[in-house]
Each structure stands twice: as structure tokens, then as C-alpha cells.
T-cell receptor, first 109, second 114 residues
Framework: GQQLNQSPQSMFIQEGEDVSMNCTSS?????WLWYKQEPGEGPVLLIA?????ELTSNGRLTAQFGITRKDSFLNISASIPSDVGIYFC?????????FGPGTRLSVLP | DTAVSQTPKYLVTQMGNDKSIKCEQN?????MYWYKQDSKKFLKIMFS???????INETVPNRFSPKSPDKAHLNLHINSLELGDSAVYFC?????????????FGPGTRLTVT
């Protein structure tokens, strides 16, 4: 089946630092989605990407849909304590979705 | 207003029991999903319904039966609960057409089987 790999698995950063994480697959996807999950909550959609090469921003977040359609990255600039959580990428084809294992982000004050 | 809601939030039950989880979305979406998130936080799709029609049915034991009375509701019934069913179950919805596959998740139901 299709699988997504996310790196890094976890990261500890200082408040104010920029963060970069990525998602790769051996398969092509039509849509890439990035979600954030906080403890006890459901995943919250951050950014959706629909075209290869597309670069989209949402506040301090920027994500790109890779040209090969097999990867995507998410950057967070000037991190703040409330950025703590698990960040998931998800790939879509047809009516199906595959989620990556997540990147756990910790922000140290 | 809650876009995707689930009840109950927590469910503790014994092995062998039958239980149901309810989900409702008020986004007007056509497609609804059930996901299972295990203790390592892996999210795996279980079922997907589009306009009350089952379109995805992943390798899930047939003790799990989804039911969609209308396109705003997707319930999950689980028979003969087992210890391995303990997980967080998320409902989600998306427009699912016109290229719009942005999924919105409910708050989750934490199921504990003892």
C-alpha cells in the first residue's frame, strides 16, 4: 500500500527559531495536506496543496507541493510555544487518504 | 458552532460488549470518514462514505459496521469489542468533489476496552 515518510520524527527547538519538516512517498498524490494535532484534540487542517510546485502560506506557515508530486515540506517561521504538537502530512488520491507518522514538535521557551 | 462533532468523547467498556460512536457534520460536505489512531499516533482510514454510499472499506474486522442515515451523519458500531480495539476514533468530512479534499476532523472518541 501507499506509505508516507515524515522527517524528522521529533524535534526540540528554541522559541523564535524556524522549523522545517518534510514528507516523502514513493507514490504520486493529487493533493497534499498538512495537519496539526494537539493533545486530546483532533487534527486541524493547516494548509492544502493542489498543484505540483505550488507554494502556499498561512501566517507563519509555508508549505510546498513537490514538483515530482511525491513530496511536500512545511516550514514554520519564528516558532512560538503554542506551535507545540504533532504535525501530520497526508496525501490524497481519489477518495482515499494516507497519513504520515507525524513530526512531534517541542518548543522550548 | 462545531463543524464535526462526535459522541461520546470517552468510552470505557468491557470485552465482548457492543458499542456505537456517533458523528455529525454541519459543513454540508458530501463525504465522511472514520479513522483509527493507535497509541503511537498512527492515523489509518477505516471507512469512507459519499452521499450515504460506502466508497472505502479498508481491511477492518467485520465487527466494525458504519452506518450513514443521511449525508450529515456517519455512525460506527462495533460488535464484540476486543482489547485491541482500544484507540482514538476520529470522524472527518470533506466536500470530496470538485477537487476539494480538505478534511475536517472531529474531536475524537477515546475507546478503552478492559
Amino acid at each position: 500500500g501507499q506509505q508516507l515518510n515524515q522527517s524528522p520524527q521529533s524535534m526540540f527547538i528554541q522559541e523564535g527559531e524556524d522549523v522545517s519538516m518534510n514528507c516523502t512517498s514513493s507514490s504520486i498524490f493529487n493533493t497534499w495536506l498538512w495537519y496539526k494535532q494537539e493533545p486530546g484534540e483532533g487534527p486541524v487542517l493547516l494548509i492544502a496543496l493542489y498543484k505540483a510546485g505550488e507554494l502556499t502560506s498561512n501566517g507563519r506557515l509555508t508549505a510546498q507541493f513537490g514538483i515530482t508530486r511525491k513530496d511536500s515540506f512545511l516550514n514554520i517561521s519564528a516558532s512560538i510555544p503554542s506551535d507545540v504538537g504533532i504535525y501530520f502530512c497526508a496525501g490524497q488520491w481519489g477518495q482515499n487518504f494516507v497519513f504520515g507518522p507525524g513530526t512531534r514538535l517541542s518548543v522550548l521557551p | 458552532d462545531t463543524a464535526v462533532s462526535q459522541t461520546p468523547k470517552y468510552l470505557v467498556t468491557q470485552m465482548g460488549n457492543d458499542k456505537s460512536i456517533k458523528c455529525e457534520q454541519n459543513l454540508g460536505h458530501d463525504t465522511m470518514y472514520w479513522y483509527k489512531q493507535d497509541s503511537k499516533k498512527f492515523l489509518k482510514i477505516m471507512f469512507s462514505y459519499n452521499n450515504k454510499e460506502l466508497i472505502i472499506n479498508e481491511t477492518v474486522p467485520n465487527r466494525f459496521s458504519p452506518k450513514s442515515p443521511d449525508k450529515a451523519h456517519l455512525n460506527l458500531h462495533i460488535n464484540s469489542l476486543e482489547l485491541g480495539d482500544s484507540a482514538v476514533y476520529f470522524c472527518a468530512s470533506s466536500q470530496g468533489r470538485g477537487g476539494d479534499y480538505e478534511q475536517y476532523f472531529g474531536p475524537g472518541t477515546r475507546l478503552t476496552v478492559t
